[in-house]
């Protein structure tokens, strides 16, 4: 398996439609089954579709503490901010934010700015480079830019995600690296990982490599 090193607290956000939330629920699994504790919070209170709550049976049946908005799940129109949200970050372990997409969505993490800057974090960007508007090394960097704007934090790591489904290639992949390389670079960064499916996981050509399944819908 690949090696996971990230500070205790991870902020995962992405562009809507990026698999922000598949990553997020399998970065989960892995750092559990190294025996760590590990605790999710769905902050993505923009998109009613394909939240981390919809894989709440998984998460605690795996040892998974998860934290959600209050009515997540509900026919309520706005939900809010989990009430034990702050107390989080004195959590024993790691502790995985999932935000929702876009500026839009990371907007909520401003409120909380104090909070990171006193604890050591990473913020990771996952990016498909098959989505609309982040194509391209131009656009990844305006998108993430924006993120960092409202969210007053900063990147410190890419997640390269590019896929079409269940049609994604190995090439295509590897495509999607290069150019989610050149954006981290010149937002300052690095590409941390690269995640793809566990059936092609191996023919992937890149360091770090990381293998997922598909825990919210079938692609």
């Known amino acids: 398996m690949v090696k996971i090193d990230f500070k205790k607290r991870i902020v995962v956000v992405g562009h809507y439609g990026s698999g922000k939330t598949e990553f997020a629920l399998n970065l989960a699994f892995k750092l559990r089954e190294t025996g760590e504790k590990v605790t999710i919070i769905d902050l993505d209170i923009v998109n009613p579709y394909f939240r981390t709550k919809d894989a709440e049976k998984e998460l605690t049946e795996a040892g998974i503490d998860i934290i959600a908005p209050v009515y997540a799940n509900t026919n309520v129109d706005v939900p809010a901010l989990p009430p034990n949200i702050y107390a989080a970050f004195e959590k024993e372990g790691y502790v995985i934010f999932d935000v929702g997409g876009d500026d839009?969505?990371?907007?909520?993490?401003g409120r909380?700015?104090?909070?990171?800057?006193?604890?050591?974090?990473?913020?990771?960007?996952?990016?498909?480079?098959?989505?609309?508007?982040?194509?391209?090394?131009?656009?990844?960097?305006?998108?993430?830019?924006?993120?960092?704007?409202?969210?007053?934090?900063?990147f410190t790591g890419i997640i390269n995600n590019t896929n079409i489904s269940v049609e994604t290639t190995p090439d295509i992949i590897n495509s999607g690296t290069?150019?989610?390389?050149?954006a981290a670079k010149e937002l300052g960064t690095s590409l941390k990982l690269v995640s793809?499916?566990?059936?092609?996981?191996?023919?992937?050509?890149?360091?770090?490599?990381?293998p997922i399944k598909i825990r919210l819908k079938k692609w």
């Open 104 to 109: 839009d969505g990371a907007t909520v993490l």
């Open 178 to 182: 290069e150019i989610c390389a050149a």
């Open 196 to 210: 793809a499916l566990e059936e092609i996981a191996d023919t992937i050509n890149a360091d770090e490599v990381f």
């Open 112 to 154: 909380f700015k104090g909070q990171f800057d006193a604890a050591e974090y990473d913020m990771l960007g996952v990016v498909n480079t098959k989505r609309p508007l982040t194509t391209t090394k131009e656009e990844i960097v305006e998108s993430l830019s924006a993120i960092e704007r409202v969210s007053r934090l900063k």
